[in-house]
């Protein structure tokens, strides 16, 4: 069975499915709406001098390993990035001083600004 969290009109719920063979079918099991959190603060002003960290993948920023104004080295993880129940570290991919552009708790898409390295 896989579950998944699905959002309709604003409510989310927790769904689980599960495979079935060819020609069968199973009712879908919903369960009671899934607390979310509050939305998270609005990602910081991005400054456009400087090398973008971008997300990989989509998933949940766990941790915030830096402050901003931190120096960091080249491949020195900054931000742990949770996909698929795993831990990803995200490292720096230059020298330099960084400014965060996330939050601890958002949700980004593949591509997103993580921080940027200047």
């Known amino acids: 069975m896989r579950n998944f969290v699905v ?3 604003g409510k989310s719920y ?7 063979g060819e020609g069968e079918s ?8 899934v607390a979310t959190a509050a939305p998270a603060a609005a990602p910081k ?5 400087g090398e973008k960290v971008l997300s990989p993948f989509p998933g949940l920023i766990k941790k915030i390993l ?18 698929m129940k795993m831990d990803n570290d995200i490292t720096a991919p230059c020298d330099g001083k960084v400014t965060v ?3 601890k708790g958002a949700n980004v898409e593949t591509n ?6 200047g």
């Open 112 to 117: 997103a600004v993580l921080a940027v390295i």
């Open 45 to 49: 002003a991005v400054n456009a001098n």
């Open 26 to 33: 199973v009712a879908p099991v919903v369960s009671a709406p």
């Open 66 to 83: 830096v402050n901003d104004g931190d120096t960091v080295k080249k491949d020195q993880p900054i931000i742990v990035l949770e996909a």
């Open 7 to 9: 959002t309709i009109d």
């Open 14 to 20: 927790s769904v689980g499915v599960e495979e079935v």
């Open 101 to 103: 552009s996330v939050v």
